[in-house]
C-alpha cells in the first residue's frame, strides 16, 4: 500500500519516533479531539507500539479497525472512536 491510497480517516497522527507509553499517550491525546464514530489513523513502527497500542485502544471503547503492515516496515492502525 502507498501512503497516496491511505483508508478513510478524519485525522492521522504519525508516532513512529515515539516509544511506549508516550506511543498510546500521543493516540489518546488525537482520539480526544475526535468525536464518537470518526476514524483515526495512526502510523507507528516497533514491536511493542504493534501490540500495545490496538490493545489499549479498545481496552478505551475504540474499535481498532484495521492494522496495515507497510513495506517500509512501519504499520498503519486504523482506529475508530468508541
Do not use: W
Not at 483508508?7 to 504519525?14: G, L, V
Amino acid at each position: 500500500m502507498s501512503l497516496t491510497a491511505l483508508p478513510a480517516h478524519d485525522k492521522a497522527i504519525d508516532i513512529t519516533n515515539e516509544t511506549c507509553p508516550m506511543t498510546y499517550v500521543r493516540t489518546r491525546l488525537a482520539l480526544e479531539a475526535l468525536a464518537a464514530g470518526q476514524v483515526l489513523l495512526v502510523r507507528l513502527k516497533g514491536e511493542d507500539p504493534v501490540r500495545n497500542v490496538p490493545r489499549a485502544a479498545a481496552d478505551h471503547g475504540h474499535d481498532p479497525l484495521e492494522l496495515i503492515a507497510l513495506e517500509d516496515g512501519t504499520h498503519l492502525l486504523v482506529i475508530q472512536k468508541g
